[in-house]
């Protein structure tokens, strides 16, 4: 699955690039909307992210792509890779034509399917 999203004044750190925290947020968030896609049906929760690393800042206006991956499936949980690439639309150093984009974060996300009573259950 993939989908984009405009970073915004809200969030900013205070050095005026995308906090982190609202990265995370947001791979969690898209990464669990793929694995909801994927199993319909399915209660899922964030079982854990793994490589916290931010590779590169995204500034005010930057339009960011989210990439997930259906990496691992196990007989209760699944594992999507996630990658974030980020465009800034008018960085005066891209040439016309050119997407300009750069990653600026990569991991993992687990999820495992439970029931009402919050115990792990099988994804088929």
């Given at each position: 699955?993939?989908?984009?999203?405009?970073?915004?004044?809200?969030?900013?750190?205070?050095?005026?690039?995308?906090?982190?925290?609202?990265?995370?947020?947001?791979?969690?968030?898209?990464?669990?909307?793929?694995?909801?896609?994927?199993?319909?049906?399915?209660?899922?929760?964030?079982?854990?992210?793994?490589?916290?690393?931010?590779?590169?800042?995204?500034?005010?206006?930057?339009?960011?792509?989210?990439?997930?991956?259906?990496e691992?499936?196990?007989?209760?949980?699944?594992?999507?890779?996630?990658?974030?690439?980020c465009?800034?639309?008018?960085?005066p150093?891209?040439?016309p034509?050119?997407?300009?984009?750069?990653?600026?974060?990569?991991?993992?996300?687990?999820?495992?399917?439970?029931?009402?009573?919050?115990?792990?259950?099988?994804?088929?």
């Amino acid at each position: 699955m993939e989908t984009y999203t405009t970073v915004m004044t809200e969030h900013l750190n205070s050095h005026g690039t995308l906090f982190g925290g609202q990265l995370l947020l947001w791979v969690d968030q898209y990464a669990w909307m793929a694995a909801s896609l994927d199993f319909p049906g399915k209660k899922l929760v964030t079982r854990a992210m793994d490589n916290i690393n931010f590779a590169a800042g995204a500034p005010n206006g930057s339009i960011l792509r989210f990439v997930m991956e259906k990496e691992r499936i196990g007989h209760t949980s699944v594992t999507y890779s996630v990658k974030v690439y980020c465009n800034i639309p008018d960085d005066p150093t891209s040439l016309p034509g050119q997407k300009g984009e750069y990653i600026i974060f990569e991991n993992h996300v687990t999820f495992v399917a439970i029931d009402c009573s919050g115990n792990k259950t099988p994804l088929s």
